[in-house]
């Protein structure tokens, strides 16, 4: 059966860069609906009070029975508080993540994300972010 996950991660923000902070994340993951792809929504936030809310879409790729990989794309709303200027209000994440599965389904996995505003705006830095996130199973 399908899960659907709430997933709890941290990590270093702005690892490209002199902006670092570190980040968290909550993350709903939902049960595939097409083509065996997942809704995704989220909220991120750095100790810098930069603030990113998300949604989007992600495919779950099984390698065996325990190692999962989720390529995810989601566009969200960022406001950098005392932190990075990425740009724009609006801004990209397209995000990888590698993941152990446990028995009961629970994951404990790595991400690594880069959020960018795809040059709607002139300025477009950019950031990358590497992230571990536990992701718990909701049904």
């Known amino acids: 059966e399908e899960k659907s996950f709430l997933t709890i991660g ?9 902006e670092d902070a570190a980040e968290l994340r909550l993350e709903w993951k939902g049960r595939k609906f097409m ?3 997942k809704p995704i929504v989220g909220l991120m936030a750095t100790t810098d009070a930069a603030i ?16 999962v990989a989720t390529p995810s794309f989601a566009a969200g709303a960022y406001r950098d508080g005392k932190g990075k200027d990425l740009g724009s209000v609006v801004e990209f994440r397209s995000a990888l993540e590698l993941a152990w599965r446990f028995d009961n389904d629970t994951r404990l996995g790595l991400m690594f994300y880069h959020l960018s505003n795809a040059s709607i705006s002139s300025n477009n830095p950019g950031t990358e972010v590497l992230s571990v996130g536990l992701s718990v199973p909701l049904n």
């Open 10 to 18: 941290g990590g270093y923000y702005d690892i490209n860069d002199n």
């Open 35 to 37: 083509w065996g792809v």
């Open 52 to 67: 990113y809310g998300y949604a989007g879409i992600g495919w779950d790729l099984y390698f065996g029975r325990r190692i």
